[in-house]
Nanobody
Framework: QVQLVESGGGLVQAGGSLRLSCAAS????????MGWYRQAPGKQRELVAA???????NYGASVKGRFTISRSNAKNTVLLQMNSLKPEDTAVYYC?????????????WGQGTQVTVSS
């Protein structure tokens, strides 16, 4: 059973920066595909940034150029550096790891971490 634990959320003023961390445990293998999604009140969950299984990165259109996803030296840990934060970045940020199973892909999710950007 894979568990994802996020950390690093909080309150920041517009223009500021935050760094989120997600550590995955419970897998004996390296997890290649990991990423971040977010959900604001009344909105659907959306992609923020993610590594594909092949190692490429994908970013949501609204965060390109401001957010950077990277891997930590620690095994199965991904970071999200968020710069030039805007009030519209306010949301709960969830770590995601899509894992292959015998019957398809199973999405593991973290518990979420709140990011609040004040104007």
């Amino acid at each position: 059973q894979v568990q994802l634990v996020e950390s690093g959320g909080g309150l920041v003023q517009a223009g500021g920066s935050l760094r989120l961390s997600c550590a995955a445990s419970g897998s004996p293998f390296s997890i290649n595909a990991m990423g971040w999604y977010r959900q604001a009140p009344g909105k659907q969950r959306e992609l923020v940034a993610a590594f594909s299984s092949g190692g490429s990165t994908n970013y949501g259109a609204s965060v390109k150029g401001r957010f950077t996803i990277s891997r930590s030296n620690a095994k199965n840990t991904v970071l999200l550096q968020m710069n030039s934060l805007k009030p519209e970045d306010t949301a709960v940020y969830y770590c995601n790891a899509p894992m292959p199973t015998k019957t398809g892909i199973y999405n593991y999710w973290g518990q979420g971490t709140q990011v609040t950007v004040s104007s």
